[in-house]
């Protein structure tokens, strides 16, 4: 089984909402990711969570915020977005340093 | 820099035939990776086939090979018999720091639109 799963595929949400985007993976992977990508360019990292912690932030704005509940679960919480953070957001896990598996992702609008 | 370059925006290719996508990369570093991803207009990033740096054979996963020339820094995706199915966005990307905890940074390249024509 190599899936990641996220939730939900598509979200519309105003500049004033609180949103969470959820992913999971089952595979054991110790390593999990957030990318954003904005159409027509390729995803750029967010954030990565290693053994549940907070190891790399690449200078993501605070309304963006990561959580790691446990090893199989990763969440990014939204609040006070702008229109521009309308992207796909992509979460992946890996293990070792030859493969990283990505999830469908989830097409945010921020209306 | 660029640390990827993929310099083909968009390819076409005949059904059943093979087609080669571009990648060049820039690093200093002596150890790293590079993946290949096929990205369907559904959005999910499907992983198709890795090569270490250190890897003395070029990688084949079913009809998909990397052509890695390392002295010309290249990796090279090469599609065998293309499907209509092969149709999609591909990302050439390397992976340069590996921290030894499972996590590591991807760099994408700006990708390449391929179309395949029945």
């Known amino acids: 089984d190599t899936e990641v799963t996220q939730t939900p595929k598509h979200l519309v949400m105003g500049m004033t909402n609180k949103k969470s985007l959820k992913c999971e993976q089952h595979m054991g992977h110790r390593a999990m990711y957030w990318y954003k990508q904005k159409a027509k360019k390729p995803p750029e990292l967010m954030f990565v969570y290693?053994?549940?912690?907070l190891s790399i932030n690449e200078s993501v704005p605070s309304r963006f915020s990561p959580e790691c509940p446990n090893s199989s679960l990763l969440n990014l919480h939204l609040h006070a977005l702008q229109p521009e953070?309308?992207?796909?957001?992509?979460?992946?896990?890996s293990q070792d340093d030859t493969e990283a598996f990505f999830g469908q992702g989830t097409r945010l609008t921020v209306v | 820099a660029q640390k990827i370059t993929q310099t083909?925006?968009?390819m076409f290719v005949q059904e059943k035939e093979a087609v080669t996508l571009d990648c060049t990369y820039d690093t200093s570093d002596p150890s790293y990776g590079l993946f290949w991803y096929k990205q369907p207009s559904s959005g999910e990033m499907i992983f198709l086939i890795y090569?270490?740096?250190?890897?003395q054979q070029n990688a084949t996963e079913g009809r998909y090979s990397l052509n890695f020339q390392k002295?010309?820094?290249s990796a090279n995706l090469v599609i065998?018999?293309?499907?209509?199915?092969?149709?999609?966005?591909?990302?050439?990307a390397m992976r340069e720091t590996y921290s030894g905890a499972g996590s590591y940074q991807l760099t994408f390249g700006k990708g390449t639109k391929l179309s395949v024509i029945p």
């Open chain 1, 85 to 93: 953070d309308s992207a796909l957001y992509l979460c992946a896990s």
């Open chain 2, 8 to 10: 083909q925006p968009g």
């Open chain 2, 71 to 73: 002295a010309r820094k």
């Open chain 1, 50 to 53: 290693s053994y549940e912690k």
């Open chain 2, 51 to 55: 090569q270490g740096s250190y890897d």
């Open chain 2, 80 to 92: 065998s018999a293309s499907q209509l199915g092969d149709s999609a966005m591909y990302f050439c």
